[in-house]
Every structure is written in C-alpha cells, then in structure tokens.
C-alpha cells in the first residue's frame, strides 16, 4: 500500500509538471496588409483574440504592411485589422495549428468578396458593399479634383488667374470640403489682384484671398485625418503665411502681424522666414520699434540670415536724432547690424547700401584686410 501510494503521487507530480509543456506549445504568425489601392497599411493593429480562453495578442504592422509575431498558441481566433483606433476589417473562426501561419489582409480581393457576399453574413456583406462604394465615390472626386487642379494651375502659371479662378470655383461646386482648393483659390485672387486697375476691385480681391485662406485654414484644422498628417503643423504654417501677406495688402496690419506669429509657433523651424516677413511688413508701414523687435526674433531664429541685420539697421537709422550742428545720431546698435550684415554678405544686393548707410554716422567699416574709416559726410 505503501509503495502504491508513492507511485501514485510521483506520477501525478509528473503529469502536474508536464501539462504545462503542452499548453506552451506556441506557433508564429505572419502577414502583409494591403488597402484598396494596394497600398501597405503601416501603422496598424493586427488583434488576434481567442475564441475559446479570450486572450488577445494585438501586432502592429510595419513601413511595408507587413506584421509577425511568435509565441501564439494554438487555438481558434477572431481576428481584426484596426487602424487609429478604428476596425477595417475583420475574420472570424479562423483556426492556426503549430505551423506557422500566414493570414494577409488585401482589402482589394476581400472588398470584392464582400460584393459578392462570400462568407459574410447579409448585414457584413451590406456594409462592405456601402463601404466599397464610398471608396469609389471618394477615388472618382479626387481624380476629378486634381484634374481641376492641374488645369488652374496651367492656367495660373501662364497668367491667367481669372480663368484659374473659374476654374477652382467649379472644382468647389462639386466638393466644397478640400482645404487645398481654397487655398489655391486664394493664391489665385491674391494673385489677379495685383493686375487690377480699379483700385475698389483690388481690394475685394485681396479680402477674399484672406477670406478663402481662412476657409483654408478651418476645413485643415477640422480635418481629424489631416491633423494626423506628419507635416501637419508645416502646411498650416504656410497657409498662415500666405493669410498674413493677404491681410498686409488689404492694410490690416495687425491681422497680418498676429497671423505671422501663428505661423512660426506652429513651425519653429521656419520661424526664422516668418518672423522677417513680419518685419517687412512693419517696416513697411513705419512701426519702427515692431519691426526692429520682428527682426530680432528672426535673428534668434537663424542669427545668420544677413537681411534680417540689414533691415534692423535700416530701421534703427530712421530713429536717428540730429543735433544743432546737424550730426547724426543713431541708436545704439545701428553700426553693428549694417557691419553684421557685410560680414555675413560682404557682396551682397545691400552691401553698397550698408557701407554708405556706414558711412554716413561715421563709423568704421570692418573688412578682412583690417578696419577702414569711411570720411563722414556732410
């Protein structure tokens, strides 16, 4: 009895211990995903869930679409192709063994399935068909669309902005939803508006170049797709950019100047370009002060974009004071943006202008062969 009973607890030790190497017993799984245009699908979840025990294994797919994962268990599985966080597709019942697996995802072939209701239920093969006939609809207006585009811009580029501008209308009236097409659109007003000699009908051109920028900017910035797009922010800023130079020719200069700043926080990295287009504007309408604090801000951006020196100091000289004997005296700060300025674009368009500009407060003009006093006229 004895010996029985310890035979009898060894061997249900041994089947204790070894059960869990038949439970371990995993295979891989791989596979490419492709979408309607047979394009890769990167960036997407593959979600593996067991039918029987619930465990899930969620697999993301890389550049090429493509997905693998080892140490899967065997079993039957729903298996679902989600993409930002929404379901494109999905299998039921899929059952793998412990050889590897392969189950790709060509929404192509699967979409043409769907039409044909091979192995979906009626309300899957219903909704399939609605999507794929939205796929096609989508595919057909954006054809449609660039062909819109495409003749504008021959248009624009040859001169023609009216005709561009009839054009974009026409490509509006069939889907007003596409921030690219009023941004052209814009262009193309803010453009034609240059060429106008009534100066009542250059105006209303330039506001409705600010007015379709701004439609521009809000059907971008309502887009949840296009707010996903990498270059988001960078697209946004330019169209802020082109806003900002409507603004300034419709004389709203503050506008113009906000909207200049809107660009450069949303990319830092063209902040430098931004920040100079604002000081030309001030400049432009005599906001010394604010044009010299524009400048500045484009030199902490790129301290070496040489213009940005010039300009300060074309600034900075207008705020010279004169004495009784009618000398000249600049604020602190002039010589050295005009002299920054020739270090960095000693044969540059301005470089004569900076010398005289130099010349004429008296100060010494730096160059590589050492420092020459320019005579101070009078």
Not at 216 to 231: M, V
Request: aromatic share 8%; with cysteine.
């Amino acid at each position: 009895m004895k010996k029985y009973f310890i035979l009898s607890f060894l061997l249900a030790l041994a089947v204790g211990l070894s059960a869990p190497l038949v439970y371990s017993q995993t295979t891989s799984v791989k596979g490419t995903c492709t979408d309607l245009d047979g394009k890769p699908i990167a960036g997407a979840q593959v979600e593996w869930q067991a039918t029987e025990t619930g465990h899930s294994y969620s697999i993301k797919t890389n550049g090429k679409g493509e997905y693998f994962s080892l140490g899967i268990a065997p079993g039957k599985y729903n298996i679902r192709l989600m993409k930002d966080g929404k379901q494109i597709w999905n299998l039921k019942g899929v059952t793998i063994g412990l050889e590897e697996f392969t189950q790709d995802f060509d929404l192509k072939k699967e979409q043409a399935a769907a039409a044909k209701g091979q192995g979906l239920s009626p309300e899957e093969a219903k909704a399939a068909a609605e999507q794929q006939a939205k796929s096609a609809k989508e595919q057909g207006t954006v054809k449609a669309l660039n062909e819109k585009l495409t003749e504008a811009k021959t248009a624009s580029d040859a001169g023609d902005f009216d005709k561009a501008i009839s054009i974009l209308n026409e490509a509006n009236a069939m889907d007003s939803t596409r921030d690219l097409i009023w941004f052209q659109l814009a262009n193309d007003y803010y453009a034609s508006a240059a060429k106008q000699t009534d100066p009542d009908e250059k105006k209303k051109r330039y506001e409705t170049a600010t007015t379709d920028f701004q439609k521009a900017i809000d059907l971008r910035k309502g887009s949840e797709q296009e707010q996903k797009e990498p270059d988001n922010n960078k697209k946004l800023a330019a169209y802020y950019n082109n806003l900002a130079q409507a603004y300034s020719k419709a004389n709203k200069i503050d506008d113009s100047v906000n909207t200049y700043s809107q660009a450069a926080q949303l990319d830092p990295t063209g902040a430098a370009m931004y920040y100079f287009n604002q000081g030309a504007v001030l400049t432009n309408a005599g906001r010394a002060d604010d044009a010299i604090a524009a400048f500045d801000k484009t030199l902490a951006a790129d301290p070496t974009k040489a213009l940005a020196y010039y300009w300060k100091g074309i600034n900075l000289i207008g705020k010279a004071t004169l004495d009784k004997d009618n000398k000249m005296t600049p604020p602190p700060g002039t010589a050295e943006a005009f002299q920054k300025y020739l270090d960095l674009d000693p044969n540059g368009p301005m470089a004569q202008t900076a010398k005289d500009m130099l010349a004429s407060i008296g100060a010494p003009i730096e160059t590589g062969f050492g420092t020459k006093k320019k005579p101070v006229k009078k």
